[in-house]
């Protein structure tokens, strides 16, 4: 299983693939994922192909490895295995996917996970369409990033959604009886942290006796220096910077709302299931990405994207009103349920075991 990204940075493909692969090793099947990574890799069942190296991608900076060293690391770990399938997550990646795609001497499964728009499909269609050719089954996360794909290369394309894996851990626990509000992402404009962090401050509690909610902020980017300078009160915002998957997790149980205030470019939204999964009242921007998983007033707030007033009102409300709270929270733990990594990995072992036979 072969991931462009680096395995070491957090993000929605790379815990997609780790996750999906653990879950298949669970199972007694060998399954090793491979990738670059800046420094250790983060599990026993990775083989690491060297750096990544920061790269413009859909709007934001990808850790990819294009390199020459990492395409002869990718060489020269598939002729030492006798792997039987190749699945490429984002095959026409620079790096690792596209080198494995370039040698084909294997069945491969290919997994698209872009949505929204895309330099190098319009601008290298020519090329990509033949090499797309060579994906035996060709598997899109929702139907934005099928659109995006079959739209500028054509082809046939399943949509199979993404899973998540929830961990065991204790009831949730709020230690200082204080409304979280809690982000997961990289701070970059995309992202929209700016516009959180400006409707944060709007957020005003009538009905509340349990002091002033805090924002904790979770992950790193190109704006977060600015952003924690400008947003720097340490009693109202708390930044974590990166944390491990079990932080995370903490994290997600102790939040009253998880929001993702994205503007665009969203293929699926994990980060939602995570949030559902974990028992938080889910606020969300109404983006196609997002729309494949929540549904307004049933399981999540969606409000327009980039307004800061809408938003800081929809975060008052999930704080405040408890019939709602209880409702969404409802909808959203049934919901995270349908999206288990045990049916993601059936349907792709389905597919496995066509391609062998």
Known sequence: MFCPYSLTVPGGVQ?????LAAEMRRRGHEVRVLGPCDGPPPTSFVTPLGNSLPTAANGSIAPLAPDPSAALRTIRALRDETFDIWHL?????PGPTLTALT????????????AGRSSSYRYLSPVLRRLVRRVDIKVAVSRDAREL????????YEVLFNGITVPDTAERVNIDRR??????GRHEERKGLEVLLRAFETVRLEGRGTGRPVLDV??????????????SDPDRFH???????DEKWRLLREAEVLCAPALRGESFGIVLLEGMASGATVVASDIDGYRNVASNGDDALLVPPGDPMVLGEALRRAIEDVELRDRLRAGGQIRAGQFSMESLADAYLQRYQRLLG
């Open 89 to 93: 997550h984002e095959p026409l990646a």
């Open 149 to 156: 794909v079959s739209g500028h290369l054509g082809g046939e």
């Open 239 to 245: 930044w974590h910077g990166r944390v491990s998957e």
């Open 179 to 184: 409304p979280h509000v809690l982000f997961l």
């Open 218 to 231: 979770v992950g790193d980017g190109p704006d977060t220096d600015r952003l924690r300078a400008d947003y």
């Open 15 to 19: 815990a997609q693939v780790l996750g």
């Open 103 to 114: 040698l084909h001497s294997r069945p491969i499964v290919g997994t698209f996970h872009a």
